[in-house]
């Protein structure tokens, strides 16, 4: 069974400055990924970056990176310089698109 | 630009209803998905299709049905519908192979009375 699993309700981040979130992962699969998507309080689901089990380095994505440390089962989202347009609710999943297990989502909110 | 269609966008319907969520995709996807976002939790796979004419069971099917009308549409059934079924309903198409993300329609909110 796979699991994924968000420890962080919500967080809080001063505009401009960078901030992680979390996400641990459970699968007995030996060929995995994670996703990261973005829903704003509009409702859409957007994807975001991605991470294979077998990728040597870390993904990244303009400001977002994913520190993936596959021994400790993380796929942490770190956002750089960040920006009032980037509170929302953000959802780590995973293994794979046809199986999707989603988090339960971290709602970030980004102050003035 | 239109990417993954759900219609509708808002629904009420009154216990033992019936409905059909429709969804389309003009990717060319062949895999197919149905999910629902209740509050304070992640999505749930309710069905999904991996190629036309073939659909699987999710994490949350009972109490749904779906039909994979063609490779371009994916329709979800409430035969019967009870309060518990209140959530929003995102449709979600990908390609085949690892590494490619689920594109995700507006999401249909529907509520139960």
């Known amino acids: 069974a796979q699991k994924i699993t968000q420890t962080q309700p919500g967080m809080f981040v001063q505009e401009k400055e960078a901030v992680t979130l979390d996400c641990t992962y459970d699968?007995?699969?030996?060929?995995?990924?994670l996703f990261w998507y973005k829903q704003p309080s509009s409702g859409e689901m957007i994807f975001l970056i991605y991470q294979g089990s077998y990728d040597e380095q870390n993904a990244t994505e303009g400001r977002y990176s994913l520190n993936f440390q596959k021994a400790r089962k993380s796929a942490n989202l770190v956002i750089s310089a960040s920006q009032l347009g980037d509170s929302a609710m953000y959802f780590c999943?995973?293994?794979?698109?046809?199986?999707?297990?989603f988090g339960s989502g971290t709602q970030l909110t980004v102050l003035p | 630009n239109a990417g993954v269609t759900q219609t509708p966008k808002f629904q009420v319907l009154k216990t033992g209803q019936s409905m059909t969520l429709q969804c389309a995709q003009d990717?060319?996807?062949?895999?197919m998905y149905w999910y629902r976002q209740d509050p304070g939790m992640g999505l749930r796979l309710i069905y999904y299709s991996a190629s036309e004419g073939t659909t699987d069971k999710g994490e949350v099917p009972n109490g749904y049905n779906v039909s994979r009308l063609n490779k371009r549409e994916f329709s979800l059934r409430l035969e019967s519908a009870a309060p518990s079924q209140t959530s929003v309903y995102f449709c979600?198409?990908?390609?085949?192979?690892?590494?490619?993300?689920?594109?995700f329609g507006q999401g249909t909110r529907l509520t139960v009375v």
């Open positions: 979600a198409s990908s390609e085949e192979g690892a590494g490619t993300e689920a594109f």
């Open positions: 999943a995973g293994p794979s698109a046809r199986q999707l297990t």
């Open positions: 990717m060319n996807h062949n895999s």
């Open positions: 699968t007995s699969d030996q060929s995995y990924g």
